[in-house]
């Protein structure tokens, strides 16, 4: 299953190449922002997860 920050990162890729081919500076321009936003909901998922890898192990430690 892929994530939604690789799915962004995917299509911002493929707008980016879009957008180079037909010197459509906006389309590629998107691309690059798809890219970066891409970006960050991995970080951000990325966090969440070690987050809850704490709290569970948190929650170990207590019994």
Do not use: C, F, P, Y
């Not at 939604?4 to 459509?24: Q, R, S, V, W």
């Not at 690059?32 to 960050?40: L, P, R, S, V």
């Not at 970080?43 to 569970?56: Q, V």
């Amino acid at each position: 299953m892929v994530d939604e920050g690789a799915k962004d990162k995917i299509k911002g890729k493929a707008k980016e190449a879009m957008g180079k081919m037909t010197g459509d500076r906006r389309k590629e321009t998107e691309g690059k922002m798809d890219q970066a936003k891409g970006q960050a909901k991995g970080a951000m998922s990325d966090a969440e997860k070690r987050a809850k890898g704490t709290k569970d192990s948190l929650r170990r430690d207590e019994h």
